[in-house]
């Protein structure tokens, strides 16, 4: 979890100057860490759960997701890596867990040698099903239940203008999928 330091004197620095960073003042302090806090316990419990539930962490869940909303539940292995935001090293390694448990197999592209398809099997399918209505009530209780209306309507606004600002834009940016 990364934290800031609270002032400048924490570090032992200066007082700001024109080159100096601009430091965090006690009430964005504040918001920084509940919104670290608030995460990292979110992710833990969403985690717990549908391990829990289903023997899966939250990222092969996601994985499962994206596959089932894809035309005929398949997607370039490539587009999942960019879909879910990871590595294509650490979407091969999950996928191939996957595979094992019979969840997910790939197929090779024919217009492409080196591409390939992930595909939700129909054994997938049922694990997700099965999965899904524990994994909505744990993010409903944990997350919706706790917000008002508006609440809801301001987070969802917050978290697209952050996301639209940290999407990057040019060719040439260092993207998890591309690694």
């Known amino acids: ?9 924490a570090l032992d620095r200066p007082p700001q100057s024109a080159e100096a960073p601009r430091w965090l003042s006690d009430e964005e302090q504040r918001v920084w860490r509940a919104y670290l806090h608030a995460t990292t316990l979110l992710e833990d419990h969403l985690d717990r759960q549908l391990q829990r539930d289903a023997g899966m962490p939250h990222i092969y869940y996601g994985l499962l997701v994206q596959l089932v909303e894809a035309p005929r ?6 587009e999942l890596a960019k879909n879910m935001k990871i590595t294509r090293s650490r979407l091969s390694h999950a996928v191939a867990r996957l595979e094992k448990n019979g969840w997910v197999r790939r197929e090779d592209c024919p217009s492409d040698k080196r591409g390939q398809f992930a595909v939700l099997t129909d054994e997938g399918n049922e694990v997700l099903r099965r999965t899904a209505p524990g994994h909505v009530a744990a993010v409903r209780h944990a997350l919706f239940d706790r917000l008002t209306p508006e609440q809801q309507q301001s987070l969802g606004e917050i978290m697209q203008i952050v996301a639209e600002g940290l999407q990057p834009q040019d060719a040439g940016a260092d993207l998890p999928w591309l690694r």
């Open 73 to 78: 539940r398949r997607l370039r292995m490539t």
């Open 1 to 9: 979890m990364s934290t800031l330091p609270t002032s400048a004197a």
